[in-house]
C-alpha cells in the first residue's frame, strides 16, 4: 500500500526551488529594512526622557540640587527651548537623509547592491550606538549628537532603493499590489520593534534604546553581507541554467506589466531557463524626472510624509506631555499610530490589485488622510510603469527620487513642529491638518493618471507617448 506524504512536505514540494529562493529574498529584505527603521525609532521615545518635569522626580538625597524643575533633565536639553533643539536634532537626521537620497538611487544602481546595502548597515548600527555612548561618555554638546544624527542619515539613505531595487531584481508578475503591501509594512513593524524596544531602556538607562537597535542593523548588515543575492543571474552562475525554470506561463521582471490573476510565485514548472543577462543601462537623474507620473508622485509623498513623519517622531513626547505618561507608556501607545499603517497599507494593494488603479488608490488614500500607505501604492504603481519595462536598474533611481521629495517633507514636518510646539500642541495639530489640505490639492497632480485608469476600466485604449523603453 503507497504511503502518503505528510501535508506539510507536500506543501513544501509543491514550489519550485525557484519560488522558495524569492521567498527568501523577500523575507531578507523585509527583515533589513525594518532594521532600517527600527534603528531610527527611539529618538522619538528618548525625548520625554532627555527633558522631564523633574519637579514629580524623586531626587537621590545626596545629590545638591540648584534647579528643582530640570535637575533630572539632559543637558542641553534642560533649558525651556528643549522643543527647538528636538526639532534641530530631528532635521540633523532628516535634511541629510533628504539631500542624500537623491544621490543614494544612482549609487545603488552603479554598485554592488550586496556591498551597498551591507555596509550602509554597518555603518548605521555604528552611528546610532555613537549616540547611545553620549550617556556613558556624559557627552552634553549638541553638536556631537546633530552631526551623528546627520552621519546617520546620510548612511541610512542606502535602504530604500537597494531593497526596492533586490526585490525588482527578483520577483515577476503577480499581484504586486498585496505582495508590496505586505512586504511595505516593515517600515511600521520596524517603527513598531524600536519603540518597544527603546522603551525597556528609557527609563533606567536610555543609552541602550540606541546601543541595542544599533547592534541588531549592524548584525543584520553582516547577514546581508553573507546571504544576499542580488538576483537571479547571480544563482545562475553558482547553480548552472538548470536551476531556475520557467512558468507555465514565463516570468518576467517586477518592472514589466502583467495581468492580475497570475501568481507572484511560481509552482508550475516546465523547460529550463537560458542564463538572463542584464543588459539595461542606469537612467540619469533628469532622465528619471522626464518619466510621466514622477513628479506628481513625488509631491504628494512629500506631503504624506510630512504629516507621517511628524508623528513618527512627536507622538511619543505629545502623548507623554499631554497625557502625563511615563516615557515608557507613551512610546507603547504610539505604536497604534503603525499598526494602522501595517493594516492600510495591505488593504491599499489589495485595492490597487482588484481596481488596476494605482493612481486612484493612492488618491482615496490621500483624501481620507491615511499617508502611512501612501508608499505601499507608489512601489506597486512604478512596478508596472511601461516606462521602466525591463529596467529593474533604473527603479532605484526612480524609487530614490520619489522617497527623497518624500523625505523633504519628511524634514518640515518635525522642524515645524518643534517650532510650533511651545506655542501650544493644539497648533502643531492645525499645522497638520494644513498639510493634509495641501496633500488634497497634490491629489490634482494625479488626475491625468486617474483619468487614464478610469478610461481602461471603461473598455478605452490610451495611445502611449513619450518613452517607450529604457
Not at 529562493?21 to 523585509?30: D, E, K, N
Not at 553573507?226 to 518576467?252: A, N, P, R, T, Y
Not at 511619543?316 to 502625563?324: D, S
Not at 520619489?402 to 515645524?416: F, H, M, N, V
Request: glycine residues 10%; charged residues 15%; aromatic residues 14%.
Amino acid at each position: 500500500k503507497m504511503r502518503s506524504l505528510a501535508p506539510g512536505i507536500k506543501l513544501i514540494t509543491s514550489f519550485s526551488r525557484d519560488s522558495w529562493y524569492r521567498f527568501f529574498i523577500l523575507i531578507l529584505t523585509f527583515v533589513f529594512y525594518t532594521t532600517y527603521h527600527l534603528s531610527r525609532k527611539p529618538i522619538s521615545i528618548v525625548k520625554s526622557q532627555l527633558h522631564r518635569n523633574c519637579s514629580n522626580v524623586i531626587h537621590p538625597a545626596d545629590l545638591n540640587i540648584t534647579d528643582n524643575d530640570t535637575w533630572c533633565d539632559w543637558a542641553p536639553f534642560d533649558k525651556n527651548n528643549y522643543q527647538n533643539l528636538f526639532g534641530v536634532l530631528d532635521n540633523c537626521f532628516l535634511v541629510a537623509y533628504a539631500i542624500g537620497m537623491f544621490f543614494s538611487g544612482m549609487f545603488g544602481e552603479r554598485l554592488p547592491l550586496r556591498y551597498y546595502l551591507s555596509s550602509g548597515m554597518i555603518l548605521s548600527g555604528l552611528f546610532t550606538v555613537l549616540f547611545g555612548l553620549g550617556f556613558y561618555w556624559q557627552i552634553h554638546s549638541l553638536w556631537y549628537y546633530c552631526l551623528v544624527q546627520a552621519l546617520n542619515g546620510l548612511v541610512q539613505t542606502t535602504g530604500w532603493p537597494a531593497v526596492v531595487a533586490c526585490v525588482g531584481n527578483w520577483f515577476g508578475k503577480g499581484k504586486r499590489g498585496f505582495i508590496m503591501g505586505i512586504w511595505n509594512s516593515h517600515t511600521s513593524v520596524g517603527n513598531i520593534l524600536g519603540s518597544l524596544i527603546a522603551g525597556v531602556y528609557v527609563s533606567s538607562s536610555w543609552g541602550l534604546s540606541f546601543i541595542v537597535p544599533g547592534i541588531i542593523i549592524a548584525s543584520a548588515g553582516v547577514i546581508c553581507f553573507l546571504f544576499l543575492v542580488e538576483s537571479k543571474s547571480h544563482m545562475l552562475d553558482i547553480w548552472g541554467i538548470c536551476l531556475f525554470v520557467h512558468e507555465s506561463v514565463e516570468q518576467e521582471p517586477l518592472l514589466r506589466n502583467s495581468s492580475s490573476n497570475e501568481e507572484i510565485f511560481s509552482t508550475n514548472t516546465s523547460t529550463a531557463v537560458e542564463r538572463e543577462e542584464d543588459h539595461t543601462e542606469a537612467i540619469s537623474f533628469c532622465g528619471a524626472l522626464r518619466i510621466p507620473g514622477v513628479v506628481e508622485f513625488s509631491l504628494c509623498l512629500l506631503f504624506a510624509k510630512l504629516v507621517s513623519y511628524t508623528f513618527l517622531y512627536w507622538l511619543p513626547l505629545y502623548i507623554a506631555n499631554v497625557a502625563h505618561f511615563d516615557p515608557k507608556e507613551a512610546g507603547d501607545l504610539s505604536t497604534l499610530f503603525d499598526v494602522g499603517g501595517i493594516v492600510g497599507g495591505i488593504l491599499a494593494g489589495l485595492i490597487s490589485d482588484y481596481s488596476g488603479g494605482r493612481a486612484t488608490t493612492c488618491c482615496a488614500m490621500l483624501i481620507i488622510a491615511a499617508p502611512m500607505v501612501s508608499p505601499t501604492v507608489f512601489l506597486s504603481w512604478w512596478g508596472t510603469h511601461e516606462c521602466l519595462r525591463g529596467n529593474s536598474r533604473a527603479l532605484s533611481t526612480v524609487t530614490a527620487i520619489i522617497d527623497g521629495t518624500g523625505s523633504i517633507g519628511a524634514a518640515i514636518g518635525p522642524l515645524l513642529a518643534g517650532l510650533i510646539s511651545p506655542t501650544g500642541w493644539n497648533n502643531v495639530f492645525y499645522m497638520l491638518i494644513a498639510a493634509d489640505v495641501l496633500a488634497f490639492e497634490s491629489i490634482m497632480l494625479l488626475s491625468r493618471l486617474v483619468y487614464k485608469e478610469v478610461r481602461g476600466w471603461c473598455g478605452y485604449t490610451t495611445r502611449q507617448r513619450g518613452f517607450k523603453e529604457i
